[in-house]
């Protein structure tokens, strides 16, 4: 049964689905925006720092054959950025929005999709945001379509954050998650109608679809893997030190800053907090007024992201909702605890009390009731470090590609669920 896939960016998880329907004899083609392989011309000039992107996107050269682009909007996307083009990047209305690089990709899909047919393609399997017109399409061809929902699902999103900004209003400039146009949300209910197959990365994305107004195929929790475990040396924490904290992503609210800051403020004398995202300084007093009060960097290459794990004590991750959450498996693959919420991928890898700690969503309290007990005993953090470092080796991203893989091809999983309504 050929698959067909398709996203506009090279990220981790859409390499891994590629990788596990090419080892199952299942892939038929590949759609991307940009790709580069090793060994070429192109791959060579992604060398250049101007031109690092074309390397980013690289590929195994034993898929070229398999991979078709279509660059011209991501193309544009990343030289307005480069240029500083605002306008042109603005969400949903800029000529080389994320939305138009998305939507761009769908309909060449969708009309590559006749041949893919003649050539023995059975499934189309496509991304939210980039599925409608290829799914259609899939429809009158009699095609299958595998719908693969990164995040949750848009309306319990909204109802989430809805919520939350009536809590903390001063942070409700940050919540850009619920800023997205009726043209945009209604697609991605169309996606959803259209697909006989969903794919999720976590039982907390799976829950999110109890809120879809109409009738769902099959849904299958597929969590994502690891990255290769990387050892580190802890250090014993001595009665003058400070616990070593971080935390990576997004400066939204969405990510539970607020509740972060509320609840090392009162351990600030215990605990130093570095914090790792991008944020607009003048969009958010509240946020601007934290940053400064704690060591905040704004941008860091992935690899040195990756060190500055392995040199804090712990992660923490707070967030209100997350699809999965990728910070905290490359966290846990270098032998860094984790503190998250239940609405992240959490739950799935993470048993609390022994190889990390989950807490409730959008409490400070429960926050800072797990760093209070940390710093009582300090010594369990290389303990649930360790802890950590067996659960990353115990997935790595084979695992996700060999069971996505089974998913797609519809045989028997011990992570899955089904709702009927």
């Not at 605890?337 to 400070?364: C, M």
């Amino acid at each position: 049964m050929p698959v067909v896939i398709s996203h506009p960016t090279g990220n981790e998880f859409f390499r891994a689905a590629i990788k596990g329907f090419f080892n199952a004899g299942m892939l038929g083609s590949v759609y991307t925006s940009l790709a580069s392989f090793p060994g070429t011309l192109a791959y060579t000039a992604g060398g250049m720092k101007m031109l690092q992107d074309i390397r980013r996107r690289s590929f195994d050269r034993e898929l070229k054959s398999l991979i078709h682009t279509h660059p011209w909007k991501e193309t544009g996307r990343l030289l307005s950025i480069k240029w500083k083009r605002k306008k042109w990047v603005q969400h949903e209305t800029g000529i080389f929005s994320v939305d138009e690089v998305y939507k761009s990709l769908d309909r060449y899909v969708a009309r590559r999709l006749a041949n893919e047919k003649a050539k023995g393609a059975t499934i189309i399997y496509a991304y939210e945001d980039g599925a409608a017109f290829s799914f259609k399409k899939a429809k009158e061809l009699g095609l299958h379509s595998v719908y693969d929902l990164p995040i949750g699902y848009w309306r319990t999103m909204q109802a989430l954050l809805a919520a939350e900004k009536d809590l903390n209003p001063e942070w409700a400039v940050t919540l850009d998650g619920i800023k997205n146009s009726l043209e945009k949300l209604n697609r991605k209910d169309e996606e959803i109608a259209l697909a006989e197959k969903i794919i999720v990365a976590s039982s907390f994305t799976l829950k999110t679809l109890d809120s879809y107004p109409g009738r769902l195929p099959e849904v299958r929790v597929v969590p994502y893997g690891f990255p290769a475990v990387n050892e580190k040396p802890y250090r014993s924490i001595k009665a003058h030190q400070k616990l070593k904290l971080l935390f990576v992503g997004g400066l939204s609210q969405r990510k539970g800053l607020s509740y972060l800051f509320r609840a090392v403020e009162p351990l600030e004398s215990f605990v130093e907090l570095t914090i790792v995202g991008r944020c607009n300084m003048n969009a958010c007093g509240v946020l601007n007024r934290n940053l400064k009060k704690h060591n905040w960097i704004e941008s860091l290459p992935h690899h040195k992201i990756l060190e500055l794990m392995k040199e804090h004590d712990v992660l923490v991750f707070p967030s209100l909702f997350e699809g999965f959450g990728m910070v905290i498996t490359e966290a846990m693959a270098r032998g860094t605890p984790v503190i998250t919420t239940e609405r992240t991928a959490g739950p799935d890898i993470i048993k609390n009390g022994e190889n990390g700690w989950l807490i409730n969503a959008g409490s400070a309290e429960a926050l800072q009731a797990a760093l209070e007990n940390i710093l009582i005993r300090p010594h369990i953090i290389a303990e649930f470090g360790q802890a950590a470092l067996e659960t990353a080796a115990k997935r790595p991203w084979s695992v996700y590609s060999r069971e996505l893989a089974q998913a797609v091809n519809g045989e028997p999983s011990t992570v899955h669920s089904q709702r009927e309504i």
